[in-house]
């Protein structure tokens, strides 16, 4: 996550980049994307494209990038990027 992290540029940013191996989060959020087209390229146990704005371990808004026929959101992933997050800010 650090180098993902870094490659992004986020030093020094409100942003926080958090790994989940045991897709313990993800499925607390319910988003675990489990549609069969991603799930066979991408395995199990992924989430979906999502932002989440959290302020004091409180949860102010949560922004999935999905669609019908599109359960990844790579159509329109536009929620779930920095414009769409901070759009509910």
Sequence with gaps: MQNWAKSQRTALTMLT???DPHSELTKALDVELT???PVDVLGAGRCKRFAMH???G???AI???EGPGDPAGDKDPSAS?????MATM
């Design 81 to 85: 990027l920095a414009d769409g997050i």
């Design 54 to 56: 959290v302020v004091d």
């Design 63 to 65: 922004n999935i990038s």
């Design 35 to 37: 549609d069969p087209g």
């Design 17 to 19: 980049f958090l790994g």
């Design 58 to 60: 409180e949860i102010k």
